[in-house]
């Protein structure tokens, strides 16, 4: 490094001095003479008197070791994050920039049955999306006209209101407010296959940038590469050396790497600059990771010619592949996971679901539902702990029979309930299901086996209240009062020294399935652990909303037929507990970027007007 150095002094001021070139180079003048020394031995330089004038000039070896190193050097990036994953839960959607001509953004152009919008929306929360910003301008209006986004309460709108006057990192640096961490960002105009988003928010890199093969679109942005970094981006071709790709608009950023941009953008004097060029700046020192797929089915829309082409050939085709793609996929899991030939599986059907995805799949004449997990699941539920504690279940006669079940995956196959009809929390309150439900749990709860996890309210309302303190999340106006009354309350409740049995834990009236008249079975097992057996019970009777006739009935047939005033005292306080609990987890999801509605302020409110019930019952002497 002495010797770059120098010889870069050296080759700006030929003429300096020894002590003037060690002050520069922070060397002492005796290191300095040796190092020129070695230098002219080397024949790196040659010294020259011009009169009282010593000169020290580069030779022409010098001058190619000098460009060499300066080569190295640029081809050096630093690398942020060491390795380290992250899952992204956030995404950016720019959809500020006008297009003449259409009358409402391109994202709400209409594709068949669709928009881009609706359609990306649907993949980024497939994918396990929880926040999406969407940075609007022109026509911005069409989005609240948008019946798809009445529901929608994970989005949030930002305006740039000089979007006629600015390109679009002046709309991604709107959205800084609200982007809190890593995110994929999307131009509002792209269709793509979703196996592409897929793919960049697997990469194991936390900045990506996704490019293919040039698509003769009219508006590439052509990417340049010098060993595999980052070196050029031109929508010109005669700009570039070689083409190595083009940028398809999507892109994944680590939240550092959006402060780098957001630096460089303070001092930007040019406000039509777009964010690809910043992310350029950033990558001549930082690492920037590259994602080419080639065959990508894609196209941008922006103007009428586009349009008419994606609706007519790109999304046709992009739907037919997805299909294909999908299905083909499911087969060979499915395959692989029972060791048959994929031929052996035929039809495969989608069941739905709100976290996993479902299928019925059909193998001979045999019918069998294959669970594959929701992204992002793995960070809050133990699969191992599910298996065992599913298989438990399995033996117990309660569980549809599994087939198979990979604890590191999650996939997990098991046998189709004949005349299948799952619960809702009308159909659960009808007398015949209560009589079920409560035979389900009174088998589960005294059959004498062992979950592998243990499920602890206080453990948890632990973990949730840390995140949420993380996340900088809100809590409730009196949070601290009831919270109080319920650390109060954990010391005479542990104090009854409850003996824990296998719990199901989240006993929705969903997650009851019937096989005709006769037979009943309880799924999905996530959440299940050792528990307090009134857990169940008090969340199923939240849960189903039983009315106090429908919780007597119910409980009568869970206690055949006697009640106690212990098991009364004990089932309010489980109730007090189920409804604190996932009201600091609607809180936690909510710090995260989702938002639940109503959802936890109306847990919040009834815990408090169960502990009211406590207060009045122990006042009473009841308790």
């Known amino acids: ?10 080759s700006k001021n030929p003429e300096i001095t020894q002590r003037s070139l060690a002050k520069l180079c922070n060397l002492s003048v005796g290191k300095v003479n040796y190092t020129l020394n070695q230098l002219a031995e080397e024949k790196l330089i040659i010294s020259q008197n011009e009169g009282k004038t010593r000169c020290y000039l580069l030779t022409q070896a010098g001058i190619d ?8 050097l640029h081809e050096t990036r630093v690398r942020l994050h060491n390795n380290e994953r992250r899952t992204v839960k956030q995404a950016v ?7 003449a001509e259409f009358d409402r953004p391109a994202c709400l152009l209409p594709i068949k049955d669709t928009t881009l919008l609706e359609r990306t929306i649907t993949i980024l929360e497939n994918q396990g999306i929880e926040k999406i910003i969407i940075v609007t301008g022109y026509k911005k209006e069409a989005f609240g006209k948008a019946e798809f986004l009445n529901d929608k309460t994970n989005i949030h709108f930002v305006e740039n209101p000089r979007y006629l006057w600015t390109g679009s990192m002046y709309s991604l640096a709107a959205a800084a407010e609200y982007i809190t961490d890593d995110f994929i960002l999307f131009e509002d105009d792209i269709l793509i296959e979703e196996r592409a988003i897929s793919e960049v928010l697997d990469h194991p890199g936390r900045d990506c940038v996704l490019i293919t093969k040039e698509s003769g679109s009219g508006d590439d942005a052509f990417i340049e590469l010098h060993n595999g970094f980052l070196f050029k981006i031109s929508k010109d071709i005669h700009q570039l050396n070689s083409i190595d790709g083009e940028m398809t608009g999507i892109t994944k950023f680590s939240y550092e790497v959006y402060q780098e941009m957001l630096c460089f953008y303070g001092k930007n004097k040019n406000p039509y600059v777009n ?4 992310l350029l700046d950033v990558s001549r020192k930082i690492d920037i990771g590259i994602l080419k797929i080639a065959d990508l089915i894609w196209a941008e829309i922006d103007d009428r010619e586009q349009h008419s082409k994606v609706l007519d050939k790109f999304y046709p085709l992009l739907m037919a592949k997805e299909a294909e793609f999908k299905e083909r996929e499911l087969k060979q899991v499915v395959a692989d996971a029972l060791k048959i030939d994929v031929d052996m599986v035929g039809s495969v059907e989608a069941l739905g679901g709100l976290t996993n995805r479902n299928f019925k799949v059909t193998i ?3 019918e069998f539902a294959a669970r594959i997990p929701g992204k992002g699941t793995e960070q809050y539920i133990n699969r191992l702990d599910e298996k065992v504690n599913t298989e438990v279940a399995n033996k117990l006669g309660i569980q549809p029979e599994v087939i198979y079940f990979n604890e590191h995956s999650g996939l997990k196959i098991v046998r189709f309930i004949p005349n299948a009809e799952t619960l809702n929390p009308q159909t659960g309150k009808r007398e015949d299901n209560l009589t079920q439900v409560a035979a389900i ?5 005294t059959s004498g086996e062992s979950f592998r996890s243990v499920f602890s309210v206080f453990e948890k309302t632990g973990e949730y209240e840390a995140v949420i303190a993380e996340l900088k999340g809100k809590l409730f106006d009196g949070h601290e009062e009831v919270r109080q009354q319920v650390m109060e309350l954990q010391e005479y409740y542990q104090s009854l020294n409850i003996p824990l049995v296998p719990c199901h834990v989240d006993p929705l009236a969903e997650n009851f399935v019937k096989s005709g008249n006769d037979k009943m079975y309880l799924i999905d097992w996530e959440y299940s652990g050792m528990n307090d057996p009134l857990w169940d019970i008090a969340a199923y009777i939240i849960e189903a909303e039983l009315s106090p006739s429908e919780e007597k009935l119910f409980l009568l047939e869970y206690f055949e037929g006697v009640v106690t005033r212990e098991s009364e005292e004990q089932l309010l306080i489980n109730k007090i507990f189920v409804d604190f609990l996932w009201t600091l987890w609607a809180l936690m999801k909510e710090a995260g970027g989702e938002d639940f509605g109503s959802y936890g302020i109306t847990r919040f409110n009834r815990a408090k007007g169960f502990l009211q019930q406590f207060k009045g019952e122990e006042q009473l002497g009841k308790i």
């Open 1 to 10: 490094m002495q010797k770059f150095q120098m010889l870069i002094t050296l």
């Open 65 to 72: 070791y000098l460009k060499n190193e300066l080569d190295q």
């Open 93 to 99: 959607i720019l959809a500020a920039g006008e297009k």
């Open 275 to 278: 964010y690809e060029y910043l």
């Open 364 to 366: 001979g004449e045999e």
């Open 441 to 445: 749990f009174n088998k589960l709860h």
